[in-house]
């Protein structure tokens, strides 16, 4: 399909240079898709800040739970051989006896995050002792030490499995242990021999001593509020099935041709497009309900699906480690896709979408998350009452603004619920203990207002 266009492409790097900016992201690589085939690919910022070194499209970084994919293939790779069944319980495999409201939690349950159970926190309670960010502590050294982690987790339980979607990261700790009493390999061993041998993802690995080796490799950071950047360590043998790939765009590239092309990889199948298309499908719907015409995102086995993106059906992933960020993003009816790593931990799903809508000719700001986050942007500012007497903030959190305020020695920071972001008059809620009041942002002779109870305040500028 040939290279990204030159304004296509300049529009794509001045908006992730943005963001970049915006989020004190030191470095990025990216590589898109189209016709199956890699048409861009590039590196932006800093391999490593220290050293002045920049990162490249073979720069290696942990994608974090962009590994539940891989994890989710190896499983119906071994279920297509007869050496196991999405139907089996997971006590079969593993000695983990948990039943949620007394019912089996089944493989394909673990698979789509519908085990019942809660998110239990392992993860994020990993990550934090690896990168000394939390004084959170527990001796999980291994996968067998989290089985004694969960041990009592029944109790937490949410639903019955199969009923209800909630994110489990020991989900896939239990699923690495499931392919090795399957296959008779280790976790990491299988995915190297079936999966990345295969895709030829030869720099990709689990191991920390062949990371070492290899002299394109990004520092991973942990970036504070402030902008500061402080160097951390992957999380090397703390998470493995659900969150310790190595990998580099341009080694994942192959990973998503192969899932454009229904598990074929130069002549060779991983897995039948059978299986890979059952990844593909809607398990369970999450929790997130869609604004202002967004779409329904559900889950499949070990990838997202947003039902309605631009016209089309958008599979994708995310994953951080704190130090390190990724996401993947493909529409398979149309043959294009998208990596993006980084060594900060800024969600880069806004980047994936807006390259995934370039990718597609449409204009990405009619995606109602930008349409969303441009609206509300615009609103942000100092503002300042009559002769200057009291001054105001008002900043952007989430999908949601904040007005700050100040009197005496307290700050006060009042919640903006939207209701109407498009109208003459952009609309907000304030909900207090038992009213609602209304907040107005109007435009007058070229300035910006916004009313809140008796207060009226002039937008004077950038914060």
Known sequence: MGALGDEVRGKLESFIFERMTDRGVPGLSIAALDGGEICYERGLGFRDFSLNTSTT???????????????????????????????????????????????????????????????????????????????????????????????????????????????????????????????????????????????????????????????????PYIVSREGGRTPTRYPYGHLISDGGLMSSVEDMANFIKMLLSDGAFEGRSLASPESIREMMEPKIQTLGEPIEGGSVTQYGYGLRIKTEFLGHRLIHHSGSVYGSSAYIGLIPDRGVGVVLLANGGYFLGDMG??????????????????????????????????????????????????????????????????????????????????????????????????IYDRTKAKRTGDI
């Open 57 to 219: 499209p073979g720069t290696i970084y942990c994608i974090g739970s962009v590994t539940k994919p891989f994890t989710a293939l190896a499983v119906m790779q071994l279920h297509e051989e007869g050496l196991l069944s999405l139907d089996d319980p997971v006590e079969e495999y593993v000695p983990f006896k948990a039943r949620p409201m007394g019912e089996k939690i089944l493989v394909k349950h673990l698979l789509s995050h519908s085990s019942g159970l809660s998110s239990l926190g392992y993860a994020a309670a990993t990550l934090s002792t690896v990168t000394e960010i939390s004084d959170v502590w527990f001796p999980i050294s291994s996968p067998q030490d989290l089985l004694v982690f969960m041990a009592g987790a029944e109790d937490w339980a949410l639903a019955k499995p199969g009923q209800r979607y909630a994110y489990l990261n020991a989900g896939y700790i239990l699923l690495g242990l499931i392919i090795e009493k399957a296959s008779g390999e280790g976790y990491a061993d299988y995915v190297k021999g079936h999966i990345l041998d295969p895709l030829r993802m030869e720099r990709s690995t689990f191991h920390e001593g062949e990371v070492e080796e290899d002299d394109d490799v990004a520092t």
């Open 353 to 450: 979408e807006y390259a995934l809508a370039l990718l597609l000719g449409e204009d990405p700001m009619e995606l109602p998350y930008f349409r969303r986050m441009t609206a509300l942007d615009e609103l942000t500012g100092s503002y300042t009452t009559f002769r200057g007497v009291s001054d105001y903030k008002v900043t952007r959190s989430g999908g949601i603004l904040q007005l700050e305020s100040s009197f005496g020695r307290g700050t006060y920071k009042t919640p903006l619920i939207p209701v109407d972001l498009y109208g003459e008059k952009k609309t907000f809620k304030v909900y207090g203990m038992d009213s609602v009041t209304p907040v107005e942002f109007v435009k007058e002779k070229g300035e910006t207002f916004f």
